[in-house]
């Protein structure tokens, strides 16, 4: 996968640019979520994730190894060009 892909759900976030934990069309979105996952992007053999948690914050979890500290943010657009500039060799 080359970049991210949102969940279908989470679609009409795709392109926006300076969306941050209060973003009105997040908000709406996951009016009824604590916890949910935005959509994924595979690279090599870790497929990543990006969750946005309890209205606070977004995090990048890789499956099968847990949440990547390296990056947390209150803007989607720090976790969305992180996981867009992963590659095989960065593990």
Do not use: W
Not at 10 to 30: M, P, S
Not at 76 to 85: E, F, S
Request: some cysteine; hydrophobic content about 35%; proline content about 1%.
């Amino acid at each position: 996968m080359d970049k991210f892909k949102f969940f279908t759900r989470f679609a009409e976030l795709d392109g926006l640019k300076n969306v941050d934990v209060k973003n009105k069309v997040l908000r709406k979105l996951t009016e009824d979520d604590e916890e949910v996952c935005l959509g994924q992007r595979q690279v090599g053999e870790r497929s990543y994730h990006i969750f946005y948690l309890y209205k606070d914050r977004f995090c990048v979890y890789y499956h099968g190894g847990g949440i990547d500290t390296m990056c947390t943010s209150d803007k989607l657009d720090v976790v969305l060009d992180y996981v867009n500039n992963l590659s095989p060799e960065d593990f």
